[in-house]
């Protein structure tokens, strides 16, 4: 009976969270977060401070969880084209945040270079009011093949982006590599 009443639950939450549609949700606190620490976007001002407070975080994780799978929480990414990879597991999220952007059009390229699972992308902008608006989506299917997705963001001056993405299958794994930079 007991054995029964696991396989139930297993199956039950194997199947619950294919019904969830992803979202920017996972990167919006952050957003917000980083609003009210930096204050008010300049187009005049430098990316030295918002630099400086994304490596303090990053390295103070990183001494912790060495940037591996054990990362919880939204990552940053840098939009000035250095690649960041990794693998998302089973039914798992990974989530990006920029600094706000000093360009118009930035272009964020996805590439899924090894892994079978099927992944959903959803890109999206928060701006300084706490506005988050929807971008793009896109879903990797479930396939060996590697595939490169670019996404050309337009309008996306003094915004911060975020890229959720998510596993959507349950046995196999997503190897990715993402980079934004200017357009």
């Known amino acids: 009976m007991k054995k029964l009443i696991l396989a139930f639950t297993l199956c039950a939450l194997a199947f619950s969270t294919h019904l969830q ?14 609003w009210e620490a930096w204050g008010p976007w300049q187009p005049n001002i430098s990316l030295i401070p918002f630099k400086n407070e994304v490596n303090q975080i990053k390295s103070a994780w990183n001494a ?8 919880i929480g ?9 690649n960041e990879e990794g693998t998302i597991l089973g039914q798992t999220k990974r989530t990006f945040v920029t600094p706000p952007s000093f ?21 999206c902008v928060q701006g300084q009011d706490g506005v988050t608006t929807q971008k793009a989506s896109y879903e990797f299917p479930n396939e060996n093949n590697g595939k ?5 963001l337009n309008n996306v001056r003094g915004k911060i982006i975020i890229i959720a993405m998510k596993n ?6 997503f190897k990715y590599r ?6």
């Open 21 to 34: 549609a992803q979202n920017c949700n996972q990167g919006a606190n952050l957003a917000q977060d980083m």
């Open 64 to 71: 912790i969880a060495g940037n591996s799978s054990a990362t």
């Open 74 to 82: 939204p990552r940053f990414l840098e939009l000035d084209g250095g």
């Open 103 to 123: 360009d118009d059009t930035v272009e964020i390229t996805i590439n899924k270079y090894d892994g079978k699972a099927k992944t959903g992308v959803v890109i």
């Open 148 to 152: 490169v997705k670019k996404f050309t």
């Open 168 to 173: 959507l299958s349950v046995g196999n794994k």
């Open 178 to 183: 993402v980079n934004g930079k200017k357009k």
